[in-house]
């Protein structure tokens, strides 16, 4: 069994026991909105992720520094939520803890997680476009878009659903060329 596979099987109950108590609370729509706020702060302070993982500081500090961190921004039931996995000492499984919460709250709600890349950012109307599309293909009622930028992709963009990946990328069609060309 791999690592990464370990610590998905560590987080799953974390993620469902979270989500049996928002929904018990009827706060989903809410903790997912304060869920993504978390997940944002996260990604963007490594000084953050650095400090919660790091097993030589002190629970304590730990709680005292999400407390104040957080007390305003994300519901009691969240809040007392990360205080449970400081003292369980899983905080620093947050990460793959609510990208499994998100997984199991959208398919609560027949939502499809959709991660693309682009080169470019993309009007509007072409992630419209882009959500009809998704919706067809994965016959969901609603498809939530996360987005990165890529440049290396050089246009076109890459679609990856759950473990399928659709690349419409022009690195992507010259991979593909460049390992016929190769096989010839």
Avoid: C, H, W
Avoid at 129 to 136: N, R, T, Y
């Amino acid at each position: 069994m791999t690592n990464q596979s370990v610590t998905y099987k560590i987080a799953q109950p974390y993620a469902e026991a979270l989500l049996s108590a928002v929904k018990d609370l009827n706060i989903i729509d809410q903790n997912q909105a304060e869920i993504l706020y978390l997940s944002n702060l996260l990604s963007e302070s490594r000084e953050l992720r650095n400090f919660l993982s790091n097993p030589l500081i002190v629970s304590s500090l730990k709680k005292d520094l999400l407390k104040e961190l957080l007390v305003n921004n994300i519901n009691d039931s969240l809040l007392k939520f990360l205080l449970v996995l400081v003292d369980r000492r899983r905080i620093s499984l947050l990460d793959v803890i609510i990208e499994k919460y998100l997984e199991l709250a959208y398919a609560l709600e027949s939502t499809t997680l959709v991660e693309i890349s682009t080169a470019i950012v993309l009007t509007e109307s072409q992630k419209n476009a882009l959500s009809e599309k998704l919706k067809i293909m994965t016959n969901s009622k609603k498809i939530k878009l996360q987005f990165n930028i890529d440049t290396s992709l050089i246009g076109g963009f890459v679609a990856k659903i759950g473990s399928k990946i659709i690349d419409t990328s022009i690195s992507g069609k010259l991979r593909n060329m460049a390992f016929y060309l190769s096989s010839v």
